[in-house]
């Protein structure tokens, strides 16, 4: 297997930032949110309904998103819309997307 040896000198902030981002990546209701909103802005309603997850559940993963920074808000009485704030994170996940290492196929070939 061909490797590919890469270093990267990151300050003690970028370790602690990196380590946060990936914690919220973490979270397989979160990564649905997030590919909802990957380019285009969405109501609450409408990321339950592309992400078919109850809206208690949308409400608290977004509360959790805006926290981190990676997702905003705007407010247009009665409605609230939510977009990235962060657009690098699409960046990453096309990243773990293209590199085949999360793709189940690789897995069960055994060429983890």
């Known amino acids: 297997m061909n490797e590919e ?3 990267i000198a990151l300050s003690e902030e970028e370790i602690e930032r990196y380590a946060d981002l990936l914690k919220v990546l973490a979270c397989p209701a979160r990564l649905r949110i997030l590919s909802a909103l990957s380019d285009q ?3 609450v309603s409408q990321i339950c309904e592309a992400t078919g997850m109850k ?3 949308v409400s608290q993963q977004l509360k959790q998103l805006r926290l981190s920074d990676v997702v905003q808000r705007r407010k ?3 409605k609230v819309f939510y977009s ?7 960046n990453v ?4 997307n293209s590199c085949g290492c ?3 196929e690789t897995r069960r070939n055994g060429n983890e």
């Open 93 to 96: 996940l096309n990243c773990l």
């Open 55 to 57: 809206q208690s559940l």
């Open 76 to 78: 247009e009485v009665p």
């Open 41 to 43: 802005e969405l109501t």
């Open 102 to 104: 999360c793709k189940a």
């Open 5 to 7: 040896k890469l270093h």
């Open 84 to 90: 990235l704030r962060e657009k690098n994170v699409i």
